[in-house]
């Protein structure tokens, strides 16, 4: 069947640096937004989340970051690693329960 | 590891069959969702629930059905095959308020 939608942004890192994954959303009424690493063969993997009234939320070597004002999401990973090379996917999750994913970057670690 | 799973795995069939892929949980989580990811794309939702008895419509549903009779159990069936449908599809579940879904290891489907 031919594939309708966007072809993946990509990112290449070298290992060590940090690596920041943009994303924009577009539902204002969403309650929560969501980081989700998918590597190559699986379904996504959880990675953190920030609720909409926050700005800033830190976890184990991620950062993510909430700009309500452009509508904009951003996930900082730090000291980036082989083992961090994925597709990063956003999701929105609104009020009711919906649950959306953005446009996915693919990671590429360079050792 | 997250206790969802997806059969089969991989699935070629041909236009015009009615096609089932089962999804199967066993964290007795409320909802459950249906995505389709082409390779290398963003993933589309086709339906949800809530919980038993409570089905939703995605993005992509015009063409699938699901049913939720019981809590572990969200079926999608494609009552006519087509090549446009060639995709994988990825089932996931969730609980409550929490915003951590787990995801089942997907059916890639080929229709020829």
């Known amino acids: 069947g031919e594939s309708v939608g966007l072809h993946l942004p990509t990112l290449s890192v070298q290992e060590g640096d940090n690596s920041i994954i943009n994303c924009a959303y577009s539902?204002?009424?969403?309650?929560?937004f969501i980081w989700y690493k998918q590597e190559s063969g699986k379904g996504p993997q959880f990675i953190i989340d920030?609720?909409?009234?926050?700005d800033k939320r830190q976890g184990q070597r991620v950062t993510v970051l909430l700009n309500k004002t452009v509508k904009h999401l951003s996930l900082q990973i730090a000291a980036t690693q082989p083992g961090d090379s994925a597709v990063y996917f956003c999701a929105e999750k609104s009020p009711g329960n919906q649950f959306y994913f953005g446009t996915g970057t693919s990671l590429t670690v360079i050792p | 590891e997250a206790d969802i799973y997806q059969t089969p795995r991989y699935l070629v069939i041909g236009t015009g069959k009615k096609i089932t892929l089962e999804c199967s949980q066993t964290?007795?989580?409320?909802?459950m969702y249906w995505y389709q990811q082409d390779p290398g794309m963003e993933l589309h939702l086709i339906h949800y629930?809530?919980?038993?008895?409570?089905?939703e419509k995605g993005d992509l549903s015009s063409e699938s059905t699901v049913s939720r009779i019981r809590t572990e159990h969200f079926p999608l069936t494609l009552e006519s095959a087509r090549p446009s449908h060639t995709s994988q599809y990825l089932c996931?579940?969730?609980?409550?308020?929490?915003?951590?879904?787990?995801f089942g290891q997907g059916t890639r489907l080929t229709v020829v």
């Open positions: 629930s809530y919980g038993v008895n409570s089905t």
């Open positions: 964290m007795g989580h409320d909802k």
């Open positions: 996931a579940s969730r609980q409550g308020v929490t915003t951590e879904a787990f």
């Open positions: 920030i609720r909409s009234n926050m």
């Open positions: 539902n204002s009424a969403s309650d929560y």
